[in-house]
């Protein structure tokens, strides 16, 4: 009987799978995550309605001309799209691999869709190395988070070649916040896209 309303229940106008994460109704969310795993496809019907939600939400960012205007504040929405959903993954989710594959591959996805991704995130990282955040601790998380952007991006080339740019400038001229937090981001770009 339930099985034969999983879709009503899910695409419910106003109080559905998609209103419940635009309003971060973690509890509302548990209770259908785990609802709905007891039933065959139950969590795939979940996962589609997120990840298209996602896509839906990222393309609108990335594409939205206003947006782009500003590319650290792009960014910074990026970021916050990216902690928002993975807050639900983990609280609500159960931390599922499956949602967790699906909110990458979404995030690969949409940020790809702007071409100017790569320098913006590069503008992001010289803009946070140049003023600086409240503590170390604030700096290394935010690199964290910058770095697993550069995951999704598919021109890892193009934003390299923004990140010497800029790396030199703030070199050159000395206006770096510190040298630890340059070295730190240098050895986590190592890690992540190789010598």
């Not at 039933?39 to 939600?53: F, K």
């Not at 290394?140 to 988070?145: F, H």
Request: charged share 30%; proline share 3%; aromatic share 10%.
């Amino acid at each position: 009987m339930i099985e034969s309303q999983m879709n009503c229940l899910v695409h419910m106008e106003n109080s559905g799978l998609v209103d419940m994460i635009i309003e971060d109704k973690y509890d509302d969310l548990a209770w259908i995550y785990n609802f709905f795993r007891r039933l065959p496809n139950g969590l795939s019907v979940i996962r589609d309605v997120m990840t298209s939600h996602i896509r839906e939400t990222g393309e609108q960012l990335v594409i939205d001309p206003e947006q782009v205007k500003d590319p650290v504040e792009f960014v910074q929405r990026l970021l916050e799209e990216k902690d928002k959903h993975d807050k639900i993954i983990n609280l609500a989710f159960n931390n599922g691999k499956t949602f967790q594959n699906a909110l990458n591959s979404s995030f690969e996805y949409f940020i790809n869709l702007n071409p100017r991704s790569p320098e913006f995130i590069s503008l992001f990282l010289d803009d946070k190395l140049r003023k600086g955040l409240e503590s170390k601790e604030d700096v290394e998380v935010a690199l964290d988070k910058v770095v697993m952007l550069i995951r999704y991006l598919k021109e890892k080339d193009e934003f390299e070649k923004y990140y010497k740019q800029y790396l030199a400038t703030r070199l050159r001229l000395g206006i770096s916040v510190s040298e630890d937090a340059e070295r730190s981001l240098i050895l986590k770009l190592k890690t992540e896209c190789g010598y």
